[in-house]
């Protein structure tokens, strides 16, 4: 047998599996559970830690409250910071507003009028760039915010079918927040997890290769969360 046509009997009996997350087999011999965990990220200071990584935290978290003052303490020393990595206030004000929905969990007008005034822009211009762009919620919203792919992947792979599964088991409508106030789901447009669906962002995480019947243990998974 040449050498070419060992190559490819040893691929052949290798089956291709798509685990579903970007985890290493190699020399760091990583576990999906250690990939995935939240552990592995430690506690982030909420001052932001160094300049260059203030403004990539996460701004959706289960944990937040809509009377949140903002800027003060050591949020302040991180908007300080974002602003240190950017040339103009308008450069800044994505970050910024990511911050607001971090703490508040949506950016009403007020808040839209808070940054406005803190970053000294316009009020019609914060309005115009917060109302532009999905990902902040101007209203609030459940303490986890499941946002289900159909674009074209997901919905060739069920998209749609996982969707009513969490619609169903939430006991919640599109759009709207569960009677218990945990779940608000949403239907999105692609969330760039195109090899792994159907893929799912719950708050500020992802879960891929979701089927209908992969929804419960989910949605129990997150109640426990807040138990």
Known sequence: MSDSAEKSSSRDDVPFRNPGWAGNTGEFDLTESQVRGDDYVGVRPLDGGHPGGASTYPYMLKDRDPDAPLFEGPFKERLEKIRSRY?????????????????RGHVSQESMKEVAAILGLADAYVRGVATFYTMYNKRPVGRFLIQVCTNISCNLCGGDEVLAAFLEHAGTELGETSDDGLFTVMEVECLAACGTPTAVQINSRYFENISPDDVPAVLDRLRQEVA
């Open 87 to 103: 040339p103009t206030a308008q450069a800044a004000l994505l970050p910024a507003l990511n911050m607001a929905q971090e703490l």
